[in-house]
């Protein structure tokens, strides 16, 4: 860092594809420090720390100028900004960021100033940070929920900026996790000044994305955000006063009864279904952005999971939208910062760089560890062991179904003809997370307590087998209680002894019920309505789709795939009512695991070493694997859910229907097989 704050450091990766090609390509594989990533591990942290570090480390620099003031809004409301100019005189594009955090503080505000300082003005645009209203020194009320209004007063916002005599006119957005999310709702209401967006590490969809994962409630991150960390931020305001900021001590004095009832900690906690409540929420906003948006996933973000990679398949403009991922905690994308320079170099400063030719999604593998300080995840990019990029954004996976055997097999064999049950006592202390929802500490060497976890493992595998995206086990379930909640965890057990960790899922029971238009065999989507809710039925098996959270990993040849099913860890409120809850396999009751497979794919390095993958640790295997060896083959089994199916294929029936009358002379136009015979992937 040494006297200046920046975002990373500028060595230029080019991501160009071959005219024509649609599949994986992969750079070449990088040195790296597995020591640097293991002093590192020691060293986690979470907000508070990561905001008294850039309080103490950073300081101003003199290629910037900064300036602070209020911007008033159509209805009197006043939002805090602080901007930094390049030093000189100029007309610049800006990059805007906007929070209900620090990014328009009054003073040198310790969480958003990495990305309001000199590393902007360093690369010519201004940059101005904001506070939504009812934050910071910002006046009003704070409804988080709420997204058209404070969607509507960053557009304003955008306008204000691009009338400003510093200002060319082009704005875009920058941000990492509300500070990334605020931009899809700005962007679906903003002027032509907004000229394209950078929502890394998002939670649109407040409700699955963040506050009830599987409809079970994120407590702790709830909670904490809501009544503990919000306000501590927020306090910065204060400082106001020995600034003199008379504005600033109005406006916190204005919104502090006003903001505590609309305090999110309480008001996620008595909307348990998907109701009214979050009808206002980012994603509602979502189908009316058109503008030019790079994204970025981490993996293993354990503060809002990664089903924001879902979203730029989905909701975007495919066309005009780009993603980078990596293995990582929550703000753990500074890999994509050079991609970032180069999008906004097209869309903000009009260079003819060939960004249009940067294939859809590019995947950082193996990231490690960077620097020995929590505030090292924000800034410093680490180098990836290699990286692929594909033309689409699932990769073009087919879906591979494991189907979970008695004894704690995971394989493709043919389900056994007689079923079988198998039982875990609920709830229970999960040793199967990685990180706490800080990242601070992990959960995964904890001992497992006996009878309290189901594991299901592949023998080694034959090739090396790469998985991408969302996927979804498929699980014949019952209690003697009448609900549970439901914990995924997908590992590696490799050759070596160690299991890694790699990625979890939720449910609770209850809210089993599909949206069968949204859901595909590698993602169910759940509708989480209050009037779809259905107990169990004591010791009734019933059918629970579970996404498991979208990742990518590559299990290496000799490594073995492995499934464990237990209680939600205790970031979430699990259902503490005693039950033994039971797995059902074979008969009439099929379990299955779906992944989206990349076949042919290889590993672009050699197995690296334990707790040198950032956020992806290692236990010693307790389970042991099964004997054999299994090599993956394309998978022709029709799913649990899925369409079609029956006595005969309609399409067969179709067939059948033409020979007979053709037999009988009779002439028949062809209209051809109905949609709804086309299955999704």
């Known amino acids: 860092m040494a006297g200046r704050a920046r975002l990373a450091n500028t060595r230029c990766h080019r991501y160009a594809t071959a005219k024509g090609r649609t599949g994986p390509r992969r750079s070449r594989p990088e040195e790296r420090d597995p020591m640097a990533a293991v002093r590192a591990r020691s060293r986690r942290g979470g907000f ?37 100019l390049p030093a000189g005189q100029g007309n610049f594009p800006t990059v805007f960021i906007y929070d209900p955090y620090e990014a328009g503080a009054a003073g040198n505000g310790p969480v958003t100033r990495p990305y309001v300082t000199s590393f902007w003005a360093e690369h010519g645009y201004a940059a101005i940070g904001v506070n939504i209203r009812g934050t910071g020194c910002s006046g009003g009320t704070f409804r988080a929920e709420d997204a058209p209004e404070w969607a509507q007063d960053g557009a304003e916002v955008v306008d204000w ?23 899809f709702a700005v962007a679906a209401l903003a002027s032509p000044h907004l000229k394209a967006i950078a929502p890394w590490q998002v939670f649109p969809d407040f409700y699955r994305d963040m506050a009830y994962p599987g409809g079970i409630y994120n407590s702790v991150f709830v909670t904490g955000w809501g009544l503990v ?92 939208s780009w993603l980078v991922a990596n293995n990582g905690p929550h703000g753990g994308c500074a890999v994509a910062q050079d991609m970032l320079l180069r999008f906004y170099g097209r869309y903000l400063k009009g260079e003819a760089n060939g960004w249009e030719r940067t294939p859809r999604l590019t995947v950082h593998h193996e990231v490690p560890p960077q620097g020995d300080a929590n505030i090292e995840r924000w800034t410093a990019p680490g180098r990836p062991a290699w990286t692929t990029t594909h033309a689409r954004f699932d990769g073009g996976v087919q879906p ?49 307590l006996p009878g309290t976890t189901l594991s299901y493992t592949t023998p080694p595998l034959a090739q090396d087998a790469e998985f991408l995206g969302s996927g979804s086990a498929d699980l014949w379930m019952s209690a003697l209680a009448t609900d549970m909640d439901v914990q ?51 010791g009734e098996p019933v059918l629970l789709r579970i996404q498991m959270l979208p990742f990518n990993h590559v299990f290496r040849a000799g490594s073995s795939i492995r499934l464990a099913i237990d209680t939600p860890n205790l970031d979430h409120g699990a259902r503490l009512v005693p039950s033994v809850n039971a797995v059902h396999l074979g008969g009439a009751h099929d379990s299955l695991l779906v992944l989206g497979w990349l076949p042919g794919a290889r590993a672009g390095a050699p197995l690296p070493d334990c707790m040198a993958v950032k956020d992806q640790p290692c236990r010693a295997d307790r389970a042991g694997v099964p004997d054999g060896s299994l090599r993956l083959s394309a998978d022709r089994v029709q799913a649990s859910g899925d369409s079609g199916g029956g006595a005969l294929d309609p399409l067969l029936l179709i ?14 136009p062809f209209v051809g097989i109905p949609g709804a015979l086309r299955r999704q992937v």
Request: with cysteine; glycine share 6%; proline share 6%.
């Open 48 to 84: 508070l720390l990561f905001a008294i570090l850039w309080l103490t480390l950073l300081q101003p620099a003199a290629a910037e100028v900064r300036r602070q003031g209020y911007i008033t809004l159509r209805d009197g409301v006043t939002l805090h900004y602080n901007l930094a």
């Open 161 to 183: 900026i691009a009338a400003q005599p510093w200002s060319n006119g082009s704005v875009g957005m920058f941000g990492i996790s509300f500070t990334g999310t605020s931009q």
């Open 229 to 320: 960390s919000r306000p501590l931020l927020q306090s910065s305001g204060a400082n106001a006063g020995a600034l003199g900021d008379v504005q600033c001590l109005a406006n916190i004095l204005q919104s502090l009864v006003p903001n505590l009832a609309a305090n999110v900690g309480v008001q996620m906690l008595l909307h348990p279904y998907r109701d009214d409540y979050w009808s206002r929420d980012p994603s509602t906003l979502l189908p009316a952005v058109r503008l030019p948006a790079l994204g970025c996933v981490t993996w293993q973000d354990s503060t809002v999971t990664s089903r924001a990679a879902d979203l730029f398949a989905d909701d975007l403009m495919p066309d005009r």
């Open 400 to 448: 591979l179904r494991l189907r979970l055997q008695a004894g704690g097999r995971l394989d493709q064999e043919p389900a056994a003809k007689e079923e079988q049950v198998e039982r875990y006592l609920y709830p229970s202390v999960s040793a199967n997370t990685a990180y706490d929802w800080l990242g601070a500490f992990s959960r995964w060497g904890w001992p497992q």
């Open 488 to 538: 995924l965890t997908l590992s590696e057990v490799r050759p070596d002894g160690q299991e890694m960790y790699i990625q979890n899922g939720w449910l609770r029971a209850s809210h089993r019920r599909l949206d069968e238009s949204r859901s595909t065999r590698l993602r169910p989507w759940h509708t989480h309505l209050s009037a779809d809710a259905e107990a169990l039925r004591p």
């Open 655 to 668: 067939l059948l229907l033409a020979a007979l009358l053709r037999r009988q002379r009779r002439t028949v």
